[in-house]
């Protein structure tokens, strides 16, 4: 069932998912007619994730990828074995075998043009409605606000949780070091934050090396790095989605779930990112909950801001190669 020209094809397709600060830290490896999902143990992010959710989160996002793609091809998971079942070897989030008999998914036609999209979003479109209505039909995980007044809100509340953050050295050395703020970066367009993922130009790239990096202190104590940061602009131009999901679910679960909200939005035409540090920061976090009624027997997990991007070229993925992704 599972030749290396397939197997290949599959992580090809399974490594669009997105990953959190791109870190990719899911590797595969075929064994027989089964697929066994790794963690590259070397990637990991101590200061923004220390508990190590948002890397389980990334590798349930892949295997979401590779299940929908298995699905273009008459394929499916046919049983999935996780640490959670007691798997005991150390670096293995899961077995996975597969089985005939899959269905092409509507939401596989939108894992190629989904990216994350970190500019403003275009204003008065007047398809916005039904695009939000057509996403608030097809999934019951997102709550979404898009009333302009209380976006303003969570705007401004995005940028205090994402100061708490920055104000951490070690969460802002962890993100320079994950972030590509040249083309001449080696790993540009492999791996991490890449300048033009983060829509800056040259010189903005230049400038966010220098706030970010050597001059934060001295920014923050003149009260400048608060605003020089903010991405308050942005994400009040868009509308919000806040993605909840059970209490207690396994977070790989999480991060299936996590893909498929993100590509029901590509699918309804919206662009989208994600803004982690508001569920992150446990004070907007239930701020949050509280003011927007996210159910009781849910949890905030993430949240979105999304909208019609002014205009979309062709999706750029900066994604390792396959030879770095498959082990033997
Ligand atoms: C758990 C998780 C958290 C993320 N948090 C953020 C975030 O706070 N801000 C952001 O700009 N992107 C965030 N992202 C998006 C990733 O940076 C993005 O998926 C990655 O760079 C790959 O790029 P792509 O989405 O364009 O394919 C997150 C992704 C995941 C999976």
Redesign the pocket.
Known sequence: MLDPQLFQDLVAEAR?A?????IQPTRWRREGDSILVLADESRRLPAADPSGH?IR??HG?AIEGLSLALGLRGLRIGGIETAVDGMPAQGVVARITLAPGGEADPLAGAVAS???W?GAFRQRDPDLPSRLAHLDEVTDDLVIIGVSDAVSEVADLADRAAFHFLCDDAHRRELLHWMRLSRADPRYGLDG?DAQ??ALGRIEAIAASLVLGPLFPALRRVGLAAPLTSERGKTASGVIALFHRPIGEDVLQT?RA?YRAWLAMERAGLAA?????LADWPLSNAALVERFAVPSDRRLV?VFRMGSPPQRGP????RLALHDLIVR
């Open positions: 669009l997105p990953s959190v600060h791109n948002d989160l990334s996002a989904r990216a994350s970190r934050l993922a983060l991060g996590f990112c994600p803004i982690s540090v993430n999706a750029r993925h900066a």
